[in-house]
Every structure is written in C-alpha cells, then in structure tokens.
C-alpha cells in the first residue's frame, strides 16, 4: 500500500511539473491567462512571492480586464 501511494504522489508531481512547464511557456508568449493559471498554481503551493509576480505579469500582459 505504501508503496502504491508513494507511485501516486511521484506521478502526480511528474504531471504537475509538465503542467507549470506548459503554463510557463504560454505566459512567456504573453498569454495572460496562463500566467493567471500558474500565479494560482504557484498560490496553491504558498509560493507567494511567484504566485504574485505571475499575477502581476497577468495583469501587465493585457489580461486584467479579460480575467474579471
């Protein structure tokens, strides 16, 4: 049983740094809703001082009136 979870919870990290690697990516070509998605990410995982420069970059790329 152990070792089942352990399998999940490095799958599930695996998946998650695809994800943020992905959503990395999309907010460099200025996509404003990707960088939202990964301030959030980033928020989840009480990475706050990331979490708020990707906010930021959300808002500077465009994305402030589109996100509300």
Known sequence: MKKLILV????????FADDIALLQSECSNKNALSCYDLAVK???????????????KACDDGG????L
């Open 8 to 15: 999940l919870l490095v799958t599930l990290n695996v998946v």
């Open 42 to 56: 980033y928020y989840e995982k009480q990475d706050y001082q990331k979490a708020a420069e990707f906010f930021k």
């Open 64 to 67: 402030g009136t589109r996100l």
